[in-house]
Nanobody, 125 residues
Framework: QVQLVESGGGLVQAGGSLRLSCAASGRTFSNYAMGWFRQAPGKERECVAAISWSAIGTYYTDFVKGRFTISRDNAKNTVYLQMNSLKPEDTGVYYC??????????????????WGQGTQVTVSS
């Protein structure tokens, strides 16, 4: 079994930055793509960013392109989401998840099999 634990969320003013971390325990996740999802109040969970196992391939939703950066350190079993120039629209619970695949960048929650508990990100205006 794989356990994922997110950290780094909090309250920040618009224009600020946060760095989310997702630490994995148990089995390693280096052979799997990883994703960050956001669930805003009243909205469905959506994929914000994803990264392949090699950290070469990445995906970002249009809204966060140029502001967010996903990265991973397989040696530490950790995936990160650097969030800059935060906007109130970025508010939500952020989840990290492990994909069922290694070489694709799935964007739907159904393509992920392990999930963290989520960390709250609130951006005030």
């Amino acid at each position: 079994q794989v356990q994922l634990v997110e950290s780094g969320g909090g309250l920040v003013q618009a224009g600020g930055s946060l760095r989310l971390s997702c630490a994995a325990s148990g089995r390693t996740f280096s052979n799997y793509a990883m994703g960050w999802f956001r669930q805003a109040p009243g909205k469905e969970r959506e994929c914000v960013a994803a990264i392949s196992w090699s950290a070469i391939g990445t995906y970002y939703t249009d809204f966060v392109k140029g502001r967010f950066t996903i990265s991973r350190d397989n040696a530490k079993n950790t995936v990160y989401l650097q969030m800059n120039s935060l906007k109130p629209e970025d508010t939500g619970v952020y989840y990290c998840a492990r994909a069922r695949a290694a070489f694709t960048l799935p964007r739907t929650p159904y393509d992920y099999d392990y999930w963290g508990q989520g960390t709250q990100v609130t951006v005030s205006s």
